[in-house]
C-alpha cells in the first residue's frame, strides 16, 4: 500500500467571511525528491493570521496564494529521503512545507534545527513568531527600564514573546488579549505586570489604569479601537511596531486610526514592519531566542489541533481568538 | 514725547473660529533693560500656524498661550540698548520678541545673525522653517537620487523649502498647495517637478498623474484628505515626517489616518517631529540653508503685512491659505 500525502489546497477566495469551504482535502502521491532535493515528513504545521491576507486577491506585501494550490506556511519535520548531502533521513528540519503531510524541496530552503527544543518551539518562540517580537522590541520600540510597554493579542505567539522580552529588559509589559482567561494567562503564566480585556465594557478605563505613567512603546498587532485606545496614553517619544491589524477583518476595508494629532504632538515613531524584510537578524535573534526557550526564561503556551484535516477549522478558530499561545496542527 | 511698545496680547481664546476680537492691542511704556539684559527694537515678526495651537487651552507639546499677554513668536531686530558685553546697539539680532515693537530679553536669549542676508530670511528658509524642512526631509525622509518626495503647504515657508532640499538632492519635488496660483508658483518659481492643487475636483487623479513611480516619502503639513490621498500611492519602505496637521481647523476633534493598513503592507516609518526637540542640529542646518539662501539656490518668497495692528488680521489670513511663502509683519 503506497503511503498517500493528505493536503489543504484553496478551493476559494473568503467572500464576507471565511468558511471551510474555502478549503479542500487531497490525497495525493508522493514524488520521490530529484536531484538537490529532500523530501521531508512534517510533523507541525503552523497556523498565523498572516496567511488569513494572502487568501484575498488584493494587493499586499506578499502575493497572493494561488487556487487549488497548497496553503502555504511553516513547518517542522523529519527528512524521509535525500539527495542532498547536508540532510540525511531522521534529520529535524524547518522549512515552508505548506499545509500537507509531506512535501519535497530544494535542499538549501531547509534549515537543520536542534532537537535540543521541541522540534514546535521552531514554529513558535524560537521561529517566525519569536523574530517578529524580537524584531519589533529591539529593532522599533527599544524599551528602556522602568517604561511602559503595551501589546496587543498578547496571548498569542507573537504577543506572549514580546511582553516576556520587554520585561527581561526591565520594562513593564502591559498586555491586551480577549476574554478574563487569556488575560489570566498572560499575567500568570507569561508574568506580564498587568492584562486588560479588551472584550470588557470598561476596557478604555481599565487600560487607563493599567498605565499610570501613560505608554513608551505599542506593539501592535491588532489596530482599531484597542489601537486607538492605548494611543490616547502615549508618551512623548513613544515608538509603535506595527505589526498588524488582525481587528480589520481582513477584508478589503480601510482600517482608520482616529487621530494623528497624537502622532504628532507626542513625537511618536511609528514603523511598520514585515519579517522577511529583515532576515539579517535571524542568526543573533533565532540564537538569543533559543536560549531563552531552553533556560526557561521564555514560557510559551501551544493550542494543538491534530491532523491536517482539522487544520482549516483549527485556522478558523484561530482568527477568532480560540487559541491560547501558538496555534499548531500536529501531523503525528 | 516718549517712544510706547504697541504690542498684541491674547485677549480670549478661540470658540469655534479664530476671530480678530481675540487679541487686543496695547500700549505701554518701554522698560530699560535690567542687568544682563537687552533692548531690541523688532524690525519683523514671524507669523507661524504654531502659534494657533498654541491660542487653544488644550494639552500639546507647547504650554498653551497665556490670556492678557503679549503673543509669542519669532523675531528679528537691531539692539537698542544692552547691559551685556556680547551686544551693542545697532547689532541685528533674531529672537523670540512676540507680537510687538520693542522687548527686552536676557542675552542668552537673543543670537547675533549676519547682515549678509536679509534680516528677515532669519524667519524663513534660514530660520525657524528651513530648519524644520531641513530636519524632516535629511533625518527622517532621507531622500535618495531618483526618489519621489511630496510636500503638502508646498507655497509655505516650511513646504517650499522641502521640496528645493529634496530636488537639490535629485529627488522629483512634488507639492500640494491649495488653488492655480500658488502651484504655479511652486513650480515656476521654486522649481519644483510638480504641484496639484488641492481645492481642484480632480485632485485625487491629479495627484495620481504627478507619481507616476509612486512616492517614497511625504513632508506632511496638512493631514486629512491631503496627506490620505497622498498615502494611497506610497512605496514600499516610504517615510512621512508628520509635521503639521493644519487641516483639522486647530480644534479638540481628532483627526484621521483613513487607512493604516498601507502603514503595515508598505512598511512605512512615520515619525511626528518638532522643531525644539532638534536643538542639537541647528549650528550646521543654519550654515548650510544660510550658505543657499545667500548663493541663490535657495529660492524663497514673502508676504508682508505692516503695523504691530495688523499682526492679527495677517495671522488669520495666513491661517485661511492667503499668504505666498513665509507670513512676516514688518514693524519698520
Given at each position: 500500500m503506497t503511503t498517500l500525502n493528505h493536503r489543504i489546497v484553496l478551493a476559494s477566495r473568503p467572500q464576507g467571511g471565511i468558511s471551510p469551504a474555502n478549503f479542500r482535502l487531497e490525497a495525493v502521491e508522493i514524488a520521490p525528491p530529484g536531484p538537490g532535493e529532500v523530501l521531508v515528513r512534517t510533523r507541525f504545521l503552523s497556523l498565523d493570521p498572516y496567511m488569513r491576507m494572502r487568501m484575498n486577491d488584493a494587493k499586499s506585501y506578499a502575493a497572493p496564494q494561488n487556487l487549488d494550490e497548497v496553503m502555504v506556511g511553516g513547518t517542522v519535520g523529519e527528512v524521509v529521503a535525500s539527495n542532498h548531502p547536508n540532510f540525511a533521513p531522521g534529520d529535524a528540519v524547518a522549512g515552508g512545507?505548506?499545509?500537507?503531510?509531506f512535501f519535497t524541496a530544494d535542499a538549501r530552503a531547509l534549515r537543520k534545527v536542534d532537537r535540543a527544543l521541541p522540534l514546535e518551539a521552531y514554529l513558535g518562540p524560537a521561529g517566525g513568531p519569536g523574530l517578529t517580537a524580537w524584531h519589533g522590541v529591539y529593532n522599533i520600540i527599544e524599551p528602556k527600564a522602568g517604561e511602559t510597554i503595551l501589546v496587543s493579542a498578547a496571548a498569542g505567539a507573537v504577543g506572549s514573546v514580546v511582553g516576556q522580552l520587554a520585561k527581561a529588559g526591565g520594562a513593564r509589559a502591559i498586555g491586551v488579549a480577549g476574554g478574563p482567561d487569556k488575560c489570566r494567562h498572560v499575567v500568570d503564566d507569561l508574568g506580564f505586570d498587568a492584562c486588560v480585556d479588551y472584550k470588557s465594557k470598561s476596557f478604555a478605563a481599565d487600560l487607563a489604569r493599567a498605565v499610570p505613567n501613560g505608554i513608551d512603546g505599542i506593539f501592535e498587532n491588532v489596530g482599531g479601537t484597542v489601537m486607538d485606545t492605548a494611543m490616547r496614553h502615549l508618551n512623548p517619544f513613544s515608538r509603535i511596531a506595527l505589526c498588524g491589524l488582525v481587528s480589520g477583518g481582513y477584508n478589503a476595508d480601510p482600517m482608520p486610526i482616529a487621530d494623528a494629532t497624537i502622532l504628532l504632538t507626542q513625537r511618536v515613531l511609528l514603523k511598520g514592519f514585515i519579517l522577511?524584510?529583515?532576515?539579517?537578524i535571524f542568526p543573533r535573534a533565532r540564537a538569543d531566542l533559543a536560549a531563552r526557550v531552553a533556560s526557561g526564561q521564555l514560557k510559551w503556551h501551544r493550542t494543538v489541533a491534530h491532523g491536517i484535516a482539522n487544520a482549516p477549522a483549527a485556522f478558523i478558530g484561530m482568527l477568532g481568538g480560540a487559541n491560547l499561545g501558538k496555534q499548531l496542527v500536529d501531523l503525528g
Open positions: 512545507g505548506g499545509w500537507q503531510e522577511s524584510d529583515h532576515l539579517d
